[in-house]
């Protein structure tokens, strides 16, 4: 799943991506491994959707980093 990515700090590197979805309270509900050159929006998207359909979930309200892209990603 490794691919070559742009980094943080701007370069490119082969890297892999770890999509995250946590509580409040910072334990992790669900996880998910990308290909290291995936988009954040992109990702968090398909895994939202994924979680969508979780009775469990509830009507639970989702907060992300402002570094996750743009509001219309999630439209």
């Given at each position: 799943?490794?691919?070559?990515?742009?980094?943080?700090?701007?370069?490119?590197?082969?890297?892999?991506?770890?999509?995250?979805?946590?509580r409040?309270?910072?334990?992790?509900?669900?996880?998910?491994?990308?290909?290291?050159?995936?988009?954040?929006?992109?990702?968090m998207?398909?895994?939202?959707?994924?979680?969508?359909?979780?009775?469990?979930?509830?009507?639970?309200?989702?907060?992300?980093?402002?570094?996750?892209?743009?509001?219309?990603?999630?439209?």
């Open positions: 799943m490794a691919r070559r990515g742009k980094t943080k700090e701007e370069f490119y590197r082969t890297k892999i991506g770890i999509v995250l979805l946590c409040q309270d910072g334990m992790p509900l669900r996880f998910e491994v990308v290909q290291g050159n995936t988009d954040d929006g992109v990702a998207l398909s895994l939202l959707r994924a979680m969508a359909s979780e009775p469990w979930l509830g009507g639970a309200p989702v907060v992300c980093d402002r570094a996750l892209g743009n509001t219309s990603d999630f439209l």
